[in-house]
């Protein structure tokens, strides 16, 4: 029987990174796929942007000096020559005395070198009154003054944002390289266990971890694979690891990892890991019965049985890494707010404090949800973690703390 080695967090936070090296793939998906989603790569603009200097006005393409010293009182009168066609490249050539009907986005013609709004002009015929004068350049955007052909648009390892795939749409970018989504592979351990649509008699329980555990897996935009609930059985655990480790980039077992008789995931994990198991006990609590190591080359987990001991571990030493190898951990959500009252903590463990938070008068303040790691409720209730460190006793009311918002 396995005993536990309780090792500090930050040590097991180095030993998971160190084996997870060079996990990250890519591939080439459709811009429209793309939201969400790392670049691989930096991508370059293949044309300038606008690709044609603009009108951004309803109104004349002339020649600016053709309207100095026009006003109100003293207007010139123009010759107009003709009309730009939306989408359309123009046939006119725009001479001095001469102007052209231009729509906003219009693509400006040749000679103009401004456009005036049609607010401060008067038409009758082909004779165009203008009653102000324009700059070189007024009311119209240039080619490539947004983007130049060439240009790095967007730098490897940046995530997706909605504003990022119009840019590239914009730029008939069609196709681009992103760090391809891990497959994360998920198995509930327990005799007593059924799933959500068997019928449940007496001493048995339903499966809460895989749907728990695979939600957080999509959560994170990876993609979850159940591995189905496997008895507390060395045989079945095994088969159901080497059915998985072909198909995964990572393997999560939730429950059998503690050191009792029916506890087999460690052994497993151990009789077919490349090495003998990295992590069997991390200072923490929730969580603290929590297993690490490779099975060729997968990084497999051994979460504890109690769900929410298995989230918070999986938040905290699983999602991290499945986030690198899509090219970087995402931006956590975080608030600060004071702590509602005393709260004690053996030092030499990392707690994690579920908390509820209430807006009052001064700001924010969490309060801890009360209840064991067994009890789900604790984290529904609950809108976030608050972390106390290795090496404090507790904390005191009225402290300020950071919640990691869920």
């Given amino acids: 029987m396995a005993f536990f080695e309780l090792i500090t967090p930050l040590k097991a936070r180095e030993i998971i990174k160190s084996n997870i090296k060079s996990l990250q793939k890519t591939e080439g998906i459709k811009v429209t796929e793309a939201l969400g989603r790392v670049t691989a790569e930096d991508i370059l603009a293949s044309e300038d942007l606008p690709a044609f200097t603009k009108s951004v006005m309803d109104g004349y393409a002339l020649r600016a000096e053709d309207s100095f010293g026009a006003s109100e009182e003293k207007p010139k009168t123009l010759e107009l020559v003709g009309e730009v066609e939306m ?29 005036i709004m049609i607010e401060e002009t008067a038409l009758k015929g082909d004779k165009l009154t203008i ?20 240009q790095v648009v967007l730098a490897s390892e940046h995530r997706l944002r909605a504003q990022d795939i119009g840019m590239l749409a914009g730029l008939g970018i069609a196709e681009v390289s992103v760090y391809r989504r891990p497959k994360v592979g998920v198995i509930s351990t327990g005799n007593e266990l059924i799933s959500l649509n068997e019928e449940r008699h007496l001493g048995q329980t339903r499966d809460i971890n895989t749907y728990s555990l695979c939600s957080l897996v999509e ?37 059998g ?6 506890d087999v995931t460690y052994t ?79 030092p030499g463990r990392e707690d994690y404090i579920r908390v509820k938070l209430k807006k009052e ?46």
């Fill in 87 to 115: 989408g359309a490249e123009p046939k006119v050539t725009v001479e001095s005395g001469q102007a052209v009907k231009i729509p906003t986005g219009g693509m400006l013609p040749a000679g103009a070198e401004g456009v």
């Fill in 131 to 150: 009653y102000n004068s324009i700059s070189p350049g007024e009311n119209i955007v240039a080619q490539g003054s947004d983007i130049e052909t060439g």
């Fill in 219 to 255: 959560e994170l935009g990876a993609i979850a694979v159940p591995g189905g609930i496997i008895e507390d059985n060395e045989e079945s655990l095994k088969e159901a690891v080497i059915n998985l480790v072909d198909q995964v980039d990572f393997i999560v077992v939730s429950g």
């Fill in 257 to 262: 990892s503690s050191v009792g008789v029916k």
């Fill in 268 to 346: 497993v994990l151990n009789e077919l890991g490349d090495s003998e198991v990295l992590i069997h006990g991390i200072a923490i609590k929730p969580g603290k019965p929590t297993i690490f190591n490779l099975v060729e080359g997968v990084p497999a987990y051994g979460l504890p049985g109690h769900p929410v001991s298995a989230m918070v571990v999986f938040k905290k030493f699983v999602a991290p890494y499945i986030e690198a190898v899509m090219g970087g951990e995402q931006e956590k959500r975080h608030i600060e707010a004071e702590f509602s009252q005393n709260l004690s903590s053996d």
């Fill in 361 to 406: 008068a001064t700001g924010w303040v969490a309060k801890p949800v009360q209840g064991e790691s067994s009890l789900m409720m604790t984290m529904v209730a609950a809108d976030g973690l608050v972390k106390v460190p290795w090496s404090k006793e507790g904390l005191a009311a009225g402290e300020v703390v950071r919640v990691e918002l869920f």
